[in-house]
Each structure stands twice: as C-alpha cells, then as structure tokens.
C-alpha cells in the first residue's frame, strides 16, 4: 500500500493518479490550450468548473442538431436556386426556430447533467474521505493497542509510517 497524503492507496491507484498527472500536464503543456486558457473567457471557465464542464456537455449534445439545420439549409438553398425563393425563407424561418428550440432544451438539460455529476461527484469524494479517514484512525488505533510504546515513544514503534504520522 502506498501512503499518499494521509490516504492508504493502492499501488494500481497510484500509478493511475501518476498517469493522470501526466495527461493533465500535456494538456496543459500543449500552446493552443495555453492560448485559449490565457485569454479572459479560459480564465473565468478555469475558475467556474461548473460552468466549464456544463458548456461541454452543451457543446457535444448541440452538435447534432446544428448539423442538421446546416444540412437542411444546404437543402432548402438548392431547392430555392431551382426557384422556391418565398419557400425557401418560411421554411428557414421555421428551422431557425425550431433550432431556437431545441438549444434551448439542450441547454436545460447540460446545466441538468452537470448538476447531476457535480452532486455526485461531492457526494463521492465526502463519502471517500469519510471512509479513509475512519480507516485511518483504526489503523492507528490498532497499532498502538498492539505496540503499547509506540505512543509513548514513537521512535521505538515497528511501523516507520506511524513514526511520519506522530510526528505531525
């Protein structure tokens, strides 16, 4: 088991997290990221990650129909080229609607979904953190019951990493 911040980890999870901090930095490294980042619209969705993840959300769910209204446009514009010039504008004032609509309920349903993995998402890490630190404090509680010196004197303690946590 690998000690990392007061959190027992499994050798598997840490070198995912080491394989995460990888990814992130090559993110980060990368001069377009860094050019969008700097500007003040990457620094406000830096500091907002709600914000941030719920216009991802609503970016990938809008793709979709924003195809689609460009594929009838193309149609509805070849169709007005052969001469339904009047049928042409109605029907792309009609889509325009249409695709008002729908947006609009994307965008309902993104700000949904982050709420949804925002809450999780807290609710995962309290519950994690409530665990390990209950673990912890029995860890801790069953070497002292079984090494009566260790809380007297650290340094004669079996386990080197009780010594780390004494001497905090």
Known sequence: ????????????????????????????????????????????????????????????????????????????????????VFLQGFLLSLGGIVLLCVLCGLAIIAFAVSAIFSAFYITASNVLDYYYSHRSAYMKQNIIGSHPRCESDASSCPNPGFQKQKGQ
């Open 1 to 84: 088991m690998w000690k990392s911040e007061g959190i027992f980890l499994p050798k598997d999870m840490h070198e995912l997290q080491s394989q995460l901090k990888a990814i992130v930095y090559t993110m980060n490294s990368k001069s377009k990221l860094a050019d969008i980042m700097s500007t003040p619209v990457g620094q406000y969705l830096d500091g907002h990650p709600f914000f941030a993840l719920a216009l991802l959300v609503f970016g990938a769910m809008a793709t979709v129909p924003v195809g689609l209204f460009l594929t009838f446009a193309i149609v509805t514009f070849v169709t007005a080229c052969v001469g339904c």
